[in-house]
């Protein structure tokens, strides 16, 4: 049973910084991709940043490029994204997916979700 939860969400003020983890369990073949979308109230969910977990190579949404960053970290299957310079824009319900490799079926898993809200 493949797990993926994120966390560190909250409430910061205007150009205030936040840092957001994920962790993925369950695979015993690990995963291929992992990354974050967010949605918005009202709004369609988009893309945020992804990264290949083999190559450490990042892709990120032009919107927010240069304020955030995705990196993985030290222990397997774990993911970051830091926010920083954050605005009410920015204020949506963050997902963090895990992607099985192509060897392993090329499943995606989501986790719930964890709120941003940027206001002051």
């Known amino acids: 049973q493949v797990h993926v939860l994120e966390s560190g969400g909250g409430l910061v003020q205007p150009g205030g910084s936040l840092r957001l983890s994920c962790v993925a369990s369950g695979s015993a073949f690990g995963f291929a991709n992992m990354g974050w979308y967010r949605q918005a109230p009202g709004k369609q969910r988009e893309s945020v940043a992804s990264?290949?977990?083999?190559?450490?190579?990042?892709n990120i949404t032009d919107s927010v490029k240069g304020r955030f960053a995705i990196s993985r970290g030290n222990a397997e299957n774990t993911v970051y994204l830091q926010m920083d310079s954050l605005t009410p824009e920015d204020t949506a319900v963050y997902y963090c997916f895990a992607k099985a490799s192509k060897y392993f079926g090329g499943v995606d898993y989501w986790g719930k979700g964890t709120l941003v809200t940027v206001s002051s």
């Open positions: 990264i290949t977990m083999s190559s450490g190579a990042t």
